[in-house]
């Protein structure tokens, strides 16, 4: 893979457990685990600061390239 | 008219040469990757509500006693019949139920599927869900036939000088 797009797929791969801890999240509500809500809720919130890691970092990344050429 | 085929932009009969689409809709790895950053915070925000309401029930606030509710007067409910009510708020419907002159059940009867409201079949003897046909056991609230899964929240009653209160929603047995 094309370094430039390492981090597309980790933001996708985010993305993907977004939606996983989304749906557990509610099914665990539903079924009154609610410790188990709280968790999965708690790490969809903590997604969203690494999402916004690992953009910042490939913006550092890509214009760190720019200055090499 | 012949010789202008095939010659494009046609004077003056062509009404659209002068629309440039190009780069109409780009989007360009930077802008994917904001996206993909956007739907993680709306992601983030919208698990919020979830979190506060499992922690408020994990604190018992959910488990609390209601002030009790007269649902309605033993005279006016015959063996088999069924009520509909409100309980605990005014949004929350519930049907009550009367199997036999002592045993009354009732449940939240939002259909734990879609939350259509289930109502009681007196022929069939059980709960039906008219939306996409769940059937749900009337002894227990459990569904016995169709898309639901979960069992309908069962309400407490109890009868008090000759009339039929409701106490408090039943938890789930886990």
Redesign the interface.
């Known amino acids: 893979m094309k370094r430039?797009?390492i981090?597309?797929a980790i933001?996708?791969a985010?993305?993907m457990l977004?939606?996983i801890?989304?749906q557990y999240?509610?099914h665990q509500?539903?079924?009154?685990?609610?410790?188990n809500?709280?968790i999965?809720?708690?790490m969809?919130?903590l997604?969203?600061p690494?999402?916004?890691f690992?953009?910042k970092r490939?913006?550092k990344m890509q214009k760190g390239m720019k200055s090499h050429e | 008219m012949t010789e202008n085929n095939n010659k494009i932009p046609f004077n003056e009969d062509n009404y659209t040469h002068n629309i440039n689409r190009n780069n109409e809709r780009k989007l360009d790895r930077r802008g994917f990757m904001k996206t993909l950053v956007g739907a993680a915070g709306v992601f983030a925000i919208s698990s919020l509500p979830w979190g506060a309401t499992a922690a408020k029930e994990l604190m018992g606030l959910g488990d609390k006693e209601y002030p009790h509710k007269k649902i309605t007067d033993l005279k006016s409910i015959g063996v088999g019949d069924a009520v509909d009510f409100a309980f605990p708020g005014e949004h929350d419907s519930a049907i009550l139920i009367r199997l036999s002159d002592e045993k009354f059940v009732a449940y939240q009867n939002a259909c734990t599927h879609l939350r259509c409201p289930v109502f009681w079949d007196k022929k069939e003897e059980e709960m039906i869900c008219p939306c996409h046909h769940g059937k749900f056991d009337v002894q227990t609230g459990s569904p016995i036939a169709g898309p639901p899964r979960r069992p309908l929240p069962e309400i407490q009653v109890k009868v008090d000088k000759g009339a039929v209160y409701a106490v408090r929603v039943k938890r789930y047995e886990t």
Request: with cysteine; glycine share 2%; net charge negative.
């Open positions: 430039e797009y981090s597309v933001l996708c985010i993305l977004n939606i801890f989304t999240m509610v509500y539903f079924y009154e685990h609610y410790a809500t709280i999965s809720g708690a969809n919130i997604l969203f690494a999402a916004i690992v953009y490939d913006q």
